[in-house]
């Protein structure tokens, strides 16, 4: 063996070590709380990605999707033809196209109510509140009751909120949270939303 392969097993045994004694000290099972938020893009396709994992696990899953109105994205195409999967498309579409303020909150409320049964129903695995986010920036929902709700979830259950800004009381009600960064987007170089891509 070279120097430098025995360098190199020299720290993979030490970083062995110290993964293993971080997975042995990881004893509590529960319902994992994580945001997805940023300017970045991805919060809700990794949220799908999330959901076919847990699919793939025998899990029933509830999405609920605030703000967006159109029901002819591919995710939702697919998943819909998945049987332990409930899916609610409930959003007005992107509020500089609604530009109905009221509209977008009766709305946001709708869902919301879709969202809170979800929420309490003990043999849904995971909920995914798609652009969640929006209903505090805009001020339609109340975010002490919302964070009540995402408390008293039963035990076991799964939740990801996605969309920008999340609001700090909800970051720190989270058990994880990723924040997306913009570098690039192909919108900026002039290319369109491509199906597949984007919706």
């Not at 396709?45 to 793939?56: H, K």
């Given at each position: 063996?070279?120097?430098?392969?025995?360098?190199?097993?020299?720290?993979?045994?030490?970083?062995?070590?110290?993964?293993?004694?971080?997975?042995?000290?990881?004893?509590?099972?529960?319902?994992?709380?994580?945001?997805?938020?940023?300017?970045?893009?991805?919060?809700?396709?990794?949220?799908?990605?999330?959901?076919?994992?847990?699919?793939?696990?025998?899990?029933?899953?509830v999405v609920v999707q605030f703000v967006k109105g159109r029901s002819d994205t591919g995710e939702e195409t697919f998943f819909r033809a998945q049987p332990?999967?409930?899916?609610?498309?409930?959003?007005?579409?992107?509020?500089?196209?609604?530009?109905?303020?009221?509209?977008?909150?009766?709305?946001?409320?709708?869902?919301?109510?879709?969202?809170?049964?979800?929420?309490?129903?003990?043999?849904?695995?995971?909920?995914?509140?798609?652009?969640?986010?929006?209903?505090?920036?805009?001020?339609?929902?109340?975010?002490?009751?919302?964070?009540?709700?995402?408390?008293?979830?039963?035990?076991?259950?799964?939740?990801?909120?996605?969309?920008?800004?999340?609001?700090?009381?909800?970051?720190?009600?989270?058990?994880?949270?990723?924040?997306?960064?913009?570098?690039?987007?192909?919108?900026?170089?002039?290319?369109?939303?491509?199906?597949?891509?984007?919706?």
């Amino acid at each position: 063996m070279s120097e430098r392969e025995e360098r190199h097993r020299v720290r993979m045994q030490r970083k062995k070590a110290l993964i293993d004694a971080k997975i042995g000290a990881a004893g509590t099972a529960r319902g994992v709380f994580l945001v997805h938020t940023g300017n970045g893009k991805g919060k809700s396709s990794a949220a799908f990605g999330l959901l076919a994992r847990a699919l793939g696990h025998g899990m029933r899953a509830v999405v609920v999707q605030f703000v967006k109105g159109r029901s002819d994205t591919g995710e939702e195409t697919f998943f819909r033809a998945q049987p332990n999967v409930r899916w609610h498309v409930m959003g007005e579409g992107f509020t500089w196209e609604t530009q109905d303020d009221a509209k977008d909150a009766a709305a946001c409320r709708t869902a919301w109510e879709a969202a809170r049964q979800a929420l309490a129903d003990p043999y849904v695995d995971l909920v995914i509140l798609d652009e969640f986010t929006y209903a505090f920036k805009y001020r339609w929902l109340d975010l002490a009751e919302a964070l009540a709700a995402i408390k008293s979830r039963p035990p076991m259950q799964h939740l990801v909120v996605t969309g920008r800004a999340a609001p700090d009381a909800l970051i720190a009600a989270a058990d994880t949270v990723t924040e997306m960064a913009l570098v690039k987007h192909a919108f900026q170089a002039g290319i369109q939303a491509m199906p597949g891509v984007e919706w």
